[in-house]
């Protein structure tokens, strides 16, 4: 009998390395998952910025398109980050990171510097570069994320030590220290909140992880009770509408929408809450016209979208080929998943109000293009972590005996890798 013809999946796989050179990655071999998800939550987020925003910016500028405009101009630039980070290997980062956090140090002091910085609502952080303006505080928890997994990977075990624990909170304070000067308590936390999921990560005790916990617990009480504006958002958190139309204005604008929305909505661009009833429309509180327009089915929707995005991040990270990768790809998703919750918890009245955009959809365009180029990144270790997985089941295979795949999706094809 003749001899079975076998899938000669192993020279195909070192073709692939050579061809990619262990620097870049095809697109193809990014997770479709996520990318569909991605790309759903940006498309949905510029039509409900355009739905949001056109009466403020006819009022204000004569053209109900300026935001729309502004928000794609960003949107365009963080695509362009996500195609070059998704194909760069994420190793590269681990080099960079050291000069990327002094880079980050020096625009955070700069931006603070009167006639450098630019300041709005009694905030001074962002730099203005003609119709563009930089926040680098959105930019900063990137940055962050980046530098922070690269130095719990060169720790290790020292990282269970309370020498390295306390030399890594006094990193995130001085960091933390330097975005508190702008006036952003919201990228504060975000910053806060993923750091201490890295050090989770990273394998810290649990003695030390309780006790920075409480420490920023207690040091996130007094930054809000020390000074008045924050103090009087957590007691106006409690009881919303006692004061209608002075602090709990914005809050009750929001459960107004909510209210108004329904099930299914009162039709999209058929808000009345944008027309400046609700503050911030189509910033932080966007999401309330989203409940007002889309009512239930939406908002849940939205909620669902970024709950499959938490699942494939996580996915990315338990399948990343090494600690780093694994720290980035956790982190990440940490990032956006607690920006999300923050976001949603607030103007829906869960937690009290902090000023922070909710990822892919707030107009914001440092922020979007930070939070895409974040999301080239995940898709960068999910690629990789897939690529790992082939080869080591083509290896199997082939010790196997009978050189066929043991796994459906484990062959070299366009289906190479399962989503």
Same mark, same amino acid.
């Given at each position: ?50 739905? #949001?925003?056109?009466? /403020? ?8 398109? @300026? ?22 290997? @994420? ?5 960079? #990171? ?31 570069v003609g119709p563009l303006s930089v926040q680098p505080?959105?930019? #900063? ?72 916990l409480g420490v920023a617990m207690a040091g996130g ?28 204005? %914005? ?24 027309? %400046? ?24 929707s939205v909620v669902l979208a970024f709950t499959l ?8 990270? /338990?399948?990343?080929?090494?600690? @780093? ?10 990032? !956006?998943? !607690? ?11 869960? !937690?009290?109000?902090?000023? !922070? ?26 690629? %990789? ?35």
């Amino acid at each position: 009998m003749a001899a079975r013809t076998r899938p000669n999946t192993v020279p195909a796989l070192r073709l692939r390395e050579t061809l990619l050179g262990g620097r870049t990655l095809s697109l193809g071999g990014v997770d479709g998952w996520l990318l569909t998800d991605i790309a759903a939550l940006c498309a949905f987020g510029l039509v409900m910025v355009y739905s #949001a925003s056109e009466a /403020l910016g006819f009022l204000w500028f004569e053209n109900p398109n @300026y935001f729309f405009y502004r928000q794609l101009m960003g949107m365009g630039l963080g695509v362009l980050a996500l195609v070059i980070l998704a194909r760069t290997d @994420y190793h590269r980062l681990r080099r960079l #990171a050291p000069v990327a956090a002094l880079c980050l140090v020096a625009m955070l002091i700069l931006v603070l510097v009167p006639h450098l910085g630019t300041q709005a609502n009694g905030a001074r952080r962002w730099f203005t570069v003609g119709p563009l303006s930089v926040q680098p505080s959105a930019i #900063a928890i990137l940055v962050s994320i980046v530098f922070f997994s690269k130095w719990l990977t060169d720790r290790g075990p020292a990282v269970r030590t309370y020498r390295g624990v306390r030399d890594y909170a006094l990193l995130i304070g001085v960091l933390i220290g330097l975005v508190l000067l702008e006036r952003d308590l919201g990228s504060s936390i975000i910053i806060a909140g993923t750091a201490l999921v890295l050090l989770a990560l990273g394998g810290v005790r649990k003695r030390h992880m309780f006790v920075l916990l409480g420490v920023a617990m207690a040091g996130g009480y007094l930054l809000v009770m020390l000074v008045a504006y924050r103090s009087s958002r957590l007691a106006t958190f409690t009881h919303p509408c006692d004061d209608p139309l002075n602090t709990g204005y %914005q809050a009750c604008q929001a459960l107004y929408a909510f209210g108004s929305g329904g099930l299914t909505g009162v039709g999209l661009g058929n808000s009345v809450q944008k027309y %400046q009833w609700l503050p911030e429309a189509h910033t932080d509180f966007i999401f309330a016209i989203i409940g007002e327009e889309l009512g239930l089915v939406g908002t849940v929707s939205v909620v669902l979208a970024f709950t499959l995005l938490l699942w494939r991040g996580v996915r990315a990270s /338990l399948r990343a080929p090494d600690s @780093y990768g694994a720290l980035l790809a956790g982190g990440i998703t940490a990032w !956006i998943g !607690i920006q999300a919750f923050v976001n949603i918890g607030a103007v829906t009245g869960v !937690i009290p109000t902090t000023g !922070i955009p909710l990822p892919f959809i707030s107009y914001g365009g440092t922020s979007l293009a930070m939070t895409l180029a974040g999301v080239g990144i995940l898709c960068n270790v999910s690629a %990789q972590g897939r690529r790992q997985g082939v080869t080591l089941r083509a290896h199997v295979d082939r010790r196997r005996g009978d050189g066929w795949p043991s796994d459906p999706g484990a062959g070299d094809g366009p289906g190479a890798a399962p989503l």
